[in-house]
């Protein structure tokens, strides 16, 4: 077996960063702005431009603020950071469904290790020698979107990678002997007994596993009981280690509190953002495309105008063809929120995807083929959608009728194509040939002895006539005679005469006209 361990040792910090204003963490202030995370009663977790100034986990709130007055505190959320490791394991269930977590050395510290089993992934990534690190290159830039730090390490046993993970980074235990190495190095106290022992095994002078395993096995369990035996020889695989494998939701349902109200659509856009993330590593899970998705944007109440201002305001991001780009989804929904005006500020963001499909992925291919021109097209109408609304983006739609100006309409790209049923009676010969640059009303020519003139120079007749007798049951009675003719320049044109002079005829007047132009 093989294990690799993804250990994210600033999980907490990262979703909280994540819920931050762009002002705080864009551009120059990423790396500068001072973070840190607390409880009831002290901070618990500082980054590192905070740590530059002197903070320490441990240290009280007054404390911290007295050092740096610019210190931006957030409360310590479990809920935000499973919702961030969620997100993780989705990402890493795309690679093999044998997915877990681990916790932390303490005995209630919450999951911030992922592991996976891959053993029966690696046949998928290559050739020998290639595998491991082409699977390892793969996961880490499907992982990259979601802004984790990640310590990475793989090795034969699943509680020997989450250890080594903790205190290494790039680590390839290739076999048991490898991991026996490494492992004898670690500290004693990243195993749970280990820390609870620790100023006991201090004492002793017994800092890291190696030594641990040196001391005899019955003296051991005297003194510090089984569980830390149990826990070393899980570790180095001399004791079964089943995991229980994380089970994908169905549908994906994803929460993130904000850290400070958004009072503009670009505000909201970084918070959706964050879930847009989250919603493409869960479709990599289920190897499936969104078809449309809901953003709900809870309002705070005590801005809220009057009673007629909705608690929430729902965004619904429809899509022509499914889709898990996340370029895509996130050129989408910015063109959506551009139009769409908030009315009160927002304090949380709710991403629901409960329409999804399951397809091939796309193929990657050299050249560009009908099917992916087809996609860049879909995406522009997508696009346009977004900007200005699914009732402007129109297509054009063939009408059993004769005439010209009534053989087409258009309706919206988002309606339904009409069924075989409303074409019946459609003529079923090829159509004739028609012009792509139809006019109307169609345009008054000159005539000079009997011929057509365009632009003061004759039309030469190609063919016809065309004769179009129709319309007479709903009062637009047309009976034209139509040609193709060729002007002096070698255009043609599509032209008519109406078959009856006026006289006889009360449909249309008398003379020559032009009706549409080929390309």
């Given at each position: ?329 996130r050129v989408l929904l ?99 040939v028609r012009p792509v ?14 011929r057509p003139l365009l ?65």
């Open positions: 077996m093989l294990w690799i361990a993804l250990h994210l040792p600033a999980l907490s910090l990262e979703a909280f960063a994540a819920t931050l204003p762009a002002t705080l963490t864009a551009g120059a202030n990423a790396a500068t702005a001072p973070l840190a995370l607390m409880d009831a009663r002290a901070l618990v977790a500082v980054n590192a431009a905070a740590r530059a100034f002197g903070l320490q986990p441990g240290m009280k709130r007054a404390t911290a603020l007295g050092l740096v007055p610019q210190l931006v505190l957030g409360p310590v959320d479990a809920a935000r950071d499973a919702a961030a490791l969620d997100a993780v394991v989705h990402a890493a269930l795309a690679f093999t469904p044998q997915v877990s977590c681990q916790g932390g050395s303490a005995p209630d510290a919450p999951p911030d290790t992922v592991l996976l089993e891959v053993q029966a992934s690696l046949r998928c990534f290559g050739g020998p020698g290639r595998q491991l690190p082409l699977l390892l290159r793969r996961l880490q830039a499907t992982l990259a979107p979601l802004g984790h730090r990640l310590q990475v390490v793989s090795a034969p046993t699943p509680l020997g990678a989450a250890l080594l993970a903790r205190v290494q980074h790039g680590l390839h235990c290739a076999d048991g002997p490898a991991l026996q190495r490494a492992l004898d190095t670690t500290p004693v106290w990243l195993l749970g007994p280990g820390r609870e022992h620790w100023d006991a095994l201090q004492g002793m002078g017994l800092r890291t596993l190696g030594e641990l395993r040196r001391l005899p096995r019955a003296g051991l369990a005297r003194r510090f009981g089984d569980g830390l035996l149990d826990e070393i020889d899980r570790a180095y695989g001399q004791r079964p280690d089943p995991r229980v494998p994380v089970v994908l939701p169905a549908a994906f349902d994803s929460r993130l509190e904000l850290f400070a109200r958004a009072d503009t659509t670009e505000q909201v856009l970084r918070g959706a953002e964050v879930l847009l993330a989250r919603l493409v590593a869960w479709l990599d899970a289920q190897h499936a495309l969104v078809r449309r998705c809901t953003l709900q944007m809870q309002h705070e109440s005590r801005w809220r105008r009057d009673t007629r201002t909705p608690e929430a305001t729902a965004l619904e991001i429809a899509l022509a063809e499914p889709s898990r780009d996340a370029m895509h989804l910015r063109e959506r929120l551009a139009s769409l005006p908030l009315p009160a500020p927002t304090i949380e963001l709710r991403l629901q995807a409960h329409d999804i499909a399951r397809q091939a992925a796309p193929n990657g291919e050299l050249f560009p083929s009908a099917a992916s021109e087809r996609e860049g097209l879909v995406r522009l109408i997508e696009r346009l959608q977004a900007r200005l609304g699914p009732a402007r983006v129109r297509r054009l739609q063939r009408l059993s009728d004769h005439r010209p100006e009534r053989a087409g309409a258009t309706r919206p790209v988002a309606d339904p194509a009409p069924s075989p049923a409303s074409t019946a009676g459609a003529p079923a010969a090829p159509l004739p640059w139809m006019l109307w009303p169609p345009e008054p020519l000159h005539e000079r002895l009997a632009d003061g120079r004759p039309l030469q007749l190609l063919s016809g006539p065309e004769r179009i007798e129709s319309g007479w049951w709903d009062g637009a009675l047309a009976e034209r005679d139509y040609f193709i003719a060729q002007a002096t320049d070698g255009a043609l044109v599509w032209i008519y005469r109406a078959r009856l002079p006026p006289a006889e005829s009360d449909a249309e007047g008398a003379g020559w006209f032009l009706q549409g132009r080929f390309a």
